[in-house]
C-alpha cells in the first residue's frame, strides 16, 4: 500500500509541476511528491524491482525516440564544441568530486552526482547501482535550478554589455 501512495504522490506532483509550466516539471514534482509523503507520512515504499526496471527502460525510450535521422544530421556541427564541452565539464565534476572529498563532504556516488546530465538519467544509473541515488539527485535538482534562475539573468547582464 506505501509504494502505491507514494506513485499517487509522484503522479500528482509531477502532473502540478508540468500544469505550472516548471521545467523538467513532471521528473522534479515526481520525485518531490513521492518523497514529500513518504517522508511525511513516514513510508517504507520502495519499488518492486520489474517496476523500477520498466521505469528505467520508459526513461530511456523517451530519449531514444528523439533521436532521428534529422537530428543526427543537425548535430553534426555540434559534435566537435559539444565533445570538448563535455569534456572540460567532466573535468569539472571530477575535480569538484576530489574537493568534496578532500572536505569530507562528499556524498555517495560523489562522481554521479557532480557528473554533468540530466536528474532522471544521472539519478537512474545511482538508483541501478543501488548507491546513492537521492543524494546524486538532490545535487542535480540544485544544479538544474541553479542553471534555471541564473541563465536569465546572465542573458540580460550579457546583452546589456553588448554593442
Known sequence: MDVV???AAAAAG???LQQLNVPGGL???AMLGA??????AQLEASLPAPLEG???IGVGAAIGVLVTRET???VRSSLLPGLLAAVLIIA???GVAYLLRALDIAPPSEFLATSPGGISAIAAVAAEQKTGAVEVAVFHLIRVILVLLSIPVLIQLLARRSP
Request: aromatic share 4%; charged share 5%; no cysteine.
Open 5 to 7: 501512495l507514494a506513485l
Open 14 to 16: 509531477g502532473i502540478l
Open 27 to 29: 521528473i522534479i514534482g
Open 35 to 40: 518523497a514529500i509523503v513518504t517522508v511525511g
Open 54 to 56: 520498466a521505469a528505467f
Open 72 to 74: 543526427l544530421d543537425a
Open 92 to 94: 569539472a565534476g571530477i
